[in-house]
Every structure is written in structure tokens, then in C-alpha cells.
């Protein structure tokens, strides 16, 4: 599949259930997140509500994941959900967990 003909996350969401998607408390106020999406994970870091548990199923995510999925948050989502990106290690590790085919994107 070729990223430039369709974007894969639409479909998927996995990564937004599999990981803790934690981040310097700060962070949250900064881009505008609300604050009852996260939760506190010590006195440095937050996290996305959802996510600091064993399955983990980030609040903020609406949808079945893949199936069809949005981000209630996409213009304030903190930096790990900016950092993995369709296709690479992250990406097939969380689709693995979903029963989900890793991404080629050549
Ligand atoms: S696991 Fe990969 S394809 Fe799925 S939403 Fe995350 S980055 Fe996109
Ligand atoms: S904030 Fe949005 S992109 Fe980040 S884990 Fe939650 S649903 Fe996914």
C-alpha cells in the first residue's frame, strides 16, 4: 500500500490501544488537552486517560479499532501519538496485538 493513496489510521487505531501514551505533565496544558482525558502518572508525567492500564484503550479514541477510528483530540494530542508513525516498529507491534498485518509502506 502506498501512504500516499490512503491514510492506514483511519481504519486502525491500534496504537492508541495498546500503549501507556504518557508525557511530560506540562505538555497537556501547553498544546490545550483537556485535563480530564489524562491521568497522572507521577509528579512528572501524565498520561492519555486509558492508557496506564493493562489493556490499554486511550479515552480520547473513538471507534472501533480496525474498524473505523478518530481522535476526539487530534490538534492537542500529545507527542507520543505524533511520533509513531503507519508502517513503522511501533505501528506493527500495536496492529500485532490487534490481530492486525504489519503496514508496508513501499
Ligand atoms: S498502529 Fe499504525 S496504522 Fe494503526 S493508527 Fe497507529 S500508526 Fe496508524
Ligand atoms: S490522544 Fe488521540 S492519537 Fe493519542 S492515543 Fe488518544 S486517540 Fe490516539
Not at 26 to 42: D, F, I, K, W, Y
Request: hydrophobic content about 35%; charged content about 20%; glycine content about 8%.
Amino acid at each position: 500500500m502506498s501512504l500516499a493513496d490512503s491514510n492506514p489510521c483511519l481504519d486502525c487505531g491500534a496504537c492508541c490501544a495498546s500503549f501507556r501514551v504518557s508525557f511530560y505533565w506540562s505538555e497537556a496544558e501547553a498544546r490545550g488537552l483537556p485535563a480530564e482525558l489524562t491521568e497522572q502518572v507521577n509528579a512528572w508525567f501524565s498520561c492519555m486517560g486509558g492508557t496506564n492500564q493493562a489493556r490499554p484503550h486511550c479515552v480520547a479514541l473513538e471507534g472501533a479499532v480496525g474498524e473505523a477510528v478518530s481522535c476526539r483530540v487530534y490538534v492537542q494530542r500529545p507527542s507520543p501519538c505524533r511520533e509513531v508513525e503507519a508502517g513503522d516498529g511501533q505501528c506493527a507491534k500495536a496492529r500485532a496485538r490487534h490481530g492486525l498485518p504489519a503496514i508496508l509502506c513501499e
